[in-house]
């Protein structure tokens, strides 16, 4: 086929990733929670924020988590390096489209290394994976969760402590929840521009990898309005699922998404590669046990999805990685 | 911030003027009690409560626009804030149609159970000051607020323990049946005002709590 026509599906398939990633991006849940802004005025937000945050930052974020987990020679098997790429990616795609339409925020890396495993198993057999490398992995996994709760509720009990030394009324109450509102903000602001940069290197990167006469500015546009579309089309419903978890003020807002934050920097410092889903809802739970307010049903909805991932991601990836060898 | 501001001064400005005119309420019904307890019942204090609740209607509405107008603005005490507007409110509902029942019940009160009423009226009273009390304190004093409302859960306790006593003499009566039911429906009207007022307070308690304070 055509270099010019492989750069065009290449791309169509890159919008429609990002489109899934975007789709996904529960980054904006404890805004709509806590009612500091309307879902209409958290959605403009949201897609000004993914595409300043994929055109400013895209380019310079590059993630190579497949490089560690895959151990295929593709000369020696005769593999198409472009066709496992884009079938990782197209599964991810599917997966993160099909939980966000169900309104439920998954890790967009385990759906990838879902994706990865599958085709690992069924190109390289059992040696095809690297499994040391997973279970490392999957110790963080399991970890991300314990950590967002652990951390969450002892900010929520502090703050609960510092609350009840220092907020005498309601008119206290207002004031402080005020000035939450604008931190919170403020975070969630630099949260989404600084995921939407790296989000969009999922994307954009196979698109680079294709071709040489390519304007990335025009590329890195199409992927943010591929990751803003996904937020205000599919977004919107995990982002209202998510946010009515529990309770949220702007407080207890600011008590879920700042451990959240600092957790997820962290974890990118030392290349732990933590979930921001996983972290988010563990630390809403957290939230829920420290202030004594209930969950809603749908937890073990999410639940049951974190751990249907990687199966089906991995069939998915299987299945889908046929016609596309075909195809490429 | 302007914008906030602005509204927090609109809003505690409706606020207070509906909490003093409830409170005007229930001096004019306590007014209007006494008088009639002594046999001369003074009509311009009942037509002074139903003119009072009118009032409070406009503010309730005018409270409510300001309140929703900008949905941004304070929306984690929107819904609890008008849940206390409508409860206290509610008093003043149930102070107006106890008015105008009294405004056309036939009689006189029985000499036997006048004591025991003024009671039921003085913790009828006591019960709406105490809760406007509350409703101004919590602004700025959980504690403070926090026991009132416990005293206002003694008024309720003895507006009870009278409404109990007073049943139990009425319905021993030997007179004209309509006069002890519309004296014992009088007296059941007294205490629903009570009832409410505690009903509200223990509403505004759980606020306390659910808001970290305690």
């Known amino acids: 086929m055509a270099l010019e026509y492989i750069v065009i599906i290449f791309l169509i398939i890159s919008i429609i990733i990002s489109f899934g990633i975007g789709a996904n991006d529960e980054t904006m849940a404890p805004l709509y929670g806590s009612r500091i802004l309307n879902i209409k005025q958290i959605l403009i937000l949201a897609a000004i924020f993914a595409i300043a945050g994929a055109l400013l930052l895209g380019e310079g974020v590059a993630k190579s988590v497949g490089d560690k987990i895959l151990l295929l020679d593709y000369e020696a098997a005769g593999i198409n390096q472009n066709a496992v790429v884009m079938t990782i990616l197209i599964s991810t795609a599917i997966v993160l489209i099909l939980s966000s339409a169900l309104g439920l925020p998954i890790s967009s890396t385990h759906a990838t290394i879902g994706g990865i495993i599958g085709l690992g198993l069924l190109l390289g057999g059992g040696e095809g994976v690297n499994w040391s490398t997973i279970l490392e992995m999957s110790i963080w996994w399991l970890a991300s969760p314990i950590i967002g709760f652990t951390v969450t509720y002892g900010v929520v009990k502090l703050l609960n402590k510092h609350k009840i030394k220092f907020l005498k009324g309601f008119k206290d109450y207002e004031r402080s929840e005020n000035t939450y509102s604008y931190i919170v903000l403020i975070i969630i602001c630099i949260t989404a521009f600084s995921r939407a940069g790296n989000d969009c290197s999922n994307a954009v990167g196979i698109v680079i990898g294709v071709g040489d006469n390519i304007n990335i500015t025009l590329l890195l546009i199409m992927t943010g309005l591929g990751l803003a579309s996904g937020v205000t089309v599919l977004g919107r419903i995990v982002i209202k699922n998510l946010g009515k978890m529990t309770e949220l003020r702007p407080s207890t807002a600011f008590a879920v998404q700042v451990p959240t934050a600092a957790v997820m920097l962290i974890g990118t410092i030392q290349k732990i590669p933590l979930s921001g889903s996983h972290l988010l809802v563990a630390s809403l739970v957290g939230l829920s046990k420290a202030s004594n307010t209930p969950m809603k049903k749908g937890l073990w909805k999410i639940i049951a999805i974190w751990l249907l991932t990687f199966p089906v991601a991995a069939i998915l990836s299987i299945i889908l990685y046929f016609p596309i060898d075909l195809l490429i | ?214």
């Open chain 2, 1 to 214: 911030m302007k914008l906030l501001k602005e509204k927090k001064n609109e809003l505690d400005e409706i606020n207070k003027e509906f909490l003093a005119e409830t409170l005007n309420g229930s001096a004019l019904l306590h007014e209007a009690l006494s008088t009639f307890i002594n046999d001369k019942l003074k009509k311009e204090s009942l037509e002074g409560i139903i003119k009072t609740e009118k009032k409070c209607d406009e503010l309730k509405d005018k409270y409510t626009q300001v309140l929703f107008r900008d949905k941004r603005a304070l929306p984690f005490l929107v819904e609890d804030r008008y849940n206390i507007l409508m409860m206290i409110d509610s008093v003043n509902d149930k102070m107006e149609f106890f008015s105008r029942f009294l405004e056309v019940y036939p009689f006189k009160l029985y000499k036997e159970i006048k004591d025991d009423f003024k009671k039921l009226c003085s913790a009828c009273s006591q019960a709406v000051e105490e809760l406007v009390n509350c409703a101004i304190l919590i602004e700025t004093d959980f504690d403070a607020a926090y026991k009132k409302t416990f005293e206002i859960e003694e008024r309720k306790r003895e507006a009870r323990t009278a409404k109990f006593i007073l049943l139990g003499k009425l319905y021993k009566m030997k007179d004209d049946p309509i006069k002890v039911y519309l004296t014992s429906k009088l007296v059941t009207y007294i205490y629903e005002i009570v009832s409410w007022v505690e009903e509200t307070s223990d509403y505004l308690r759980g606020l306390i709590i659910k808001y970290p304070s305690k």
